[in-house]
């Protein structure tokens, strides 16, 4: 699949006359039982080596909402919080270059690329009496960097020559299911000169995909599979118990 | 070897939740316990979602109190009658149960209302356990017999819609029985414990039933509002993971197994001090993480 994508990344170039082409080595990525993490591999072309290319790969959206604890009564309780509305819940983002300038830092923050852009896009309500949001977002952005699911140093782009290139993002075991969005800039003179939108689904599959949609499908079925399971592990308890 | 929950949407090592399991089967097959005041916050503490975790723990009761039943059953140790009564007032407990776990979780402080409500039922029933059975070691052994030695306060006879229960020889309102049913369900549904080690002393000193008949009763109870909890919680808020509720329940089939053996070298008063330790042990840790500053004073939540 990898070669595949490799190959046929410079005719697909050619053959759209863009500035920018960029192909996903696949377009899924299927949880199994045994599922460890995997990677979003990538490769691009741009025609011009003058330009940056920034990639940023979104997953799926989510409200969050990030609870300081403060001691009420001698207990330590969740007291101000700050809600994140429609927050990826995976982000990572590489970038061509390693000298970010304060032109490209602009570009970047105007169109959404880096965690700080994120900050800026990303609509947000608090708890009365809080004063300082961006903290709970700098704790959200370590949470997730935790988790393995936020990513706060861009990845590095391999050229492969001066054009072609190549990215790999880390997808963890405990990474969301889901529609991820990859957004792929070629970046020409301080602005955005081309700019390409791809998905993938992160999806459960197998034995795993079958429980996740009985049990959201056909849930009182489900229900009664766990239960009869349960059920039966007692009665060969006691089974085995009088025969010891 | 890691194993991905199709329900926790996380991956965990398949080899830590058999061995929890296995544990939690061991205390059972020792102290003759449903074990769920140990999974819940264990699993919790491994990382999965208290939804999950209190969830999915339903299922294992249903399974140890199955076990358990049935040999109580066979020597004709079970009121169904009571059991039956205390089963009405524990669906509702259940109902009522998961409407407030649904509320807590609405309002960002599932952990705070649980922790709390671990370490209030923990450490209020380990102390008792201790001092119990501490004093007992120095007493004369009773046997366990189809007669009360304990007469339920007298307020208790004075309640409405009394009933014959001739299996228990009690004649009481079935008010009483349904309403420590109903406090079994609530736990179930809102904390992932049977409550056994509530509901038998609330049984015998209580409502007045024989000792005897005490322990399969209140399993047969259990059994039924578990499982009712479960079909809640399934159906509520699809937080039944049956993959780590095989797991569990494998390693609790050879940890209790491996722990009816070990019991017939740890009995009586000896064997409830351990537990009440091990009761205490868990009520502190919970009450440790809630009252002493916490390693991480932030908590993210994702709907």
Redesign the interface.
Known sequence: MLLSAFLTMPLCAQANHNDLAVAIASNHID???????STIELFGDRRDQDTNVAIVVEGPK????????AKVM?????RY?VKFTDMP?YYSYAISTDEVGEHLQNVMLENGIGHEALFKKIKHKSSKKLKNDRN?YN??V???SELGVFFEEPVKLKFINNNFFRASFKVP??A??GEYKIHSYLIKDNKISDYKLDSLVVK?VG???F??NS??DY??I??????F???F??????V???K? | ????L??A???IPVETIFLLGGFVGFISGVFGVGGGFLTTPLLIFMGIPSAVAVGTQG??????????V??YW?RGHVDFMVGSVMLAGGILGSVVGIIFFQFIKYL??I??IIS?LYIVLLGSIGMMMLFESAFSMFKKKTVKSEFNRFKSPSLIHKLPYKMRFPRSKLYISVLVPGGIGFVSGFLVSTMGVGGGFLLVPAMIYILGMPPLLVAGTSLFQI?FTS?FA??M???VS?S?D??L??FL??G??IG??IG??ASKKVTGARARIILALLVLGVCSQIAM??????SD???????
């Open positions: 949880i199994t039982v045994g599922f460890d993490g989510k409200d969050v909402t990030i609870w300081q604890k001698g207990t330590w309780v969740n919080y819940i709970f704790e959200f370590r949470k997730s075991a405990s969301p299911t459960q034995l795993n995909a429980i996740n049990a959201y849930s009182l489900y229900a009664a599979v766990c239960i399971l349960a059920l592990s007692g009665w060969f308890v006691s085995l118990r009088v010891t | 070897m890691q194993i991905y199709p329900i949407e996380m991956s299922s294992q009761l249903v399974a140890s109190g199955v076990s358990g049935m040999a066979r960002g402080q952990d705070l709390l059994i499982a479960t079909i919680h399934a159906t699809n039944v049956i993959l509720a095989f329940i494998l609790g089939v209790a197994q009816v053996v993480q809630l009252f002493l500053l916490p004073l932030f908590v993210m939540v994702v709907k």
